[in-house]
């Protein structure tokens, strides 16, 4: 299967590919795509983090920052099948070293560890402004025939 890749024109216009919407998750956590790499299958993506987002520590809420990791592996597996599967998530864990601070947008990057005709398994990193992981993801999905 030949990956594609993912614009940020299309982006912008709500689709991966071919076929495939970006998710409506996206639009309520206001990702932006930075960049994708069909060839290395790497993903970056922004997100806002707003005063609405923090815990009572000020930081981003893990399950804020979990559901920016876990949104990225999708249109990313998306595109490395071709647009001929869509993953479900099966397992993912989080681990968090450092906090997301509230304001600057988080840079998020998903790649490709390994990826079978039915599985594909995952890292996704919260970076911060020096490139140190913040928050890491591993995540394992199965892959769905796309509907035709």
């Avoid at 949104?71 to 869509?86: D, E, F, N, Q, Y």
């Avoid at 947008?105 to 390994?114: M, Y």
């Amino acid at each position: 299967m030949q990956a594609l890749e993912i614009t940020s024109e299309n982006w912008n216009r709500g689709v991966v590919v071919q076929g495939f919407p970006v998710p409506p998750i996206n639009a309520f956590l206001g990702g932006e795509l930075i960049s994708h790499d069909p060839e290395q299958g790497v993903i970056r993506v922004s997100f806002p983090t707003k005063p609405e987002h923090a815990n009572p520590a000020g930081f981003v809420m893990g399950g804020i920052t979990s559901a920016f990791l876990d949104h990225i592996p999708g249109p990313l597996a998306v595109a490395a099948t071709g647009g001929t599967a869509s993953p479900v998530t099966l397992d993912i864990h989080v681990t968090y070293f450092k906090p997301v601070p509230i304001g600057p947008r988080a840079i998020a990057e998903a790649r490709i560890d390994r990826m079978t005709k039915s599985t594909i398994f995952t890292t996704a990193y919260i970076l911060g402004d020096k490139g140190e992981i913040l928050v890491r993801a591993i995540q394992t999905a199965m892959l769905k025939p796309a509907r035709a």
